[in-house]
């Protein structure tokens, strides 16, 4: 059985830093390109960053220079360290693999003084 679970999120002030987890079970982890997307209120669902098994990084421009997502094969674990946050961070961030094969509950990330 397949699960993804995220970890992290929190309330916290334009700015500051927030590191997110994403530990997957029921998957060979190593093999498979992990990504974050993020969902805010009325908008549709977008990427973040991904990491593929080689370790390549992608970035969406909005977060380029700020965000970075590494992996730990050892732990089947994702991370999104997240710094210079800012209010349209705000959202609802997920983990998925494999390009959408199963989702996180997600976790919220809310930006505000």
């Known amino acids: 059985q397949v699960q993804l679970v995220e970890s992290g999120g929190g309330l916290v002030q334009p700015g500051g830093s927030l590191r997110l987890s994403c530990a997957a079970s029921g998957i060979i982890f190593r093999l498979y390109t992990m990504a974050w997307y993020r969902q805010a209120p009325g908008k549709q669902r977008e990427l973040v960053a991904a990491i593929t098994s080689g370790g390549t990084t992608n970035y969406a421009d909005s977060v380029k220079g700020r965000f970075t997502i590494c992996r730990d094969n050892a732990k089947n674990t994702v991370y999104l360290q997240m710094n210079s946050l800012k209010p349209e961070d705000t959202a609802v961030y997920y983990c998925?693999?494999?390009?959408?094969?199963?989702w996180g509950q997600g976790t919220q990330v809310t930006v505000s003084s």
């Open positions: 998925t693999f494999g390009g959408g094969v199963s």
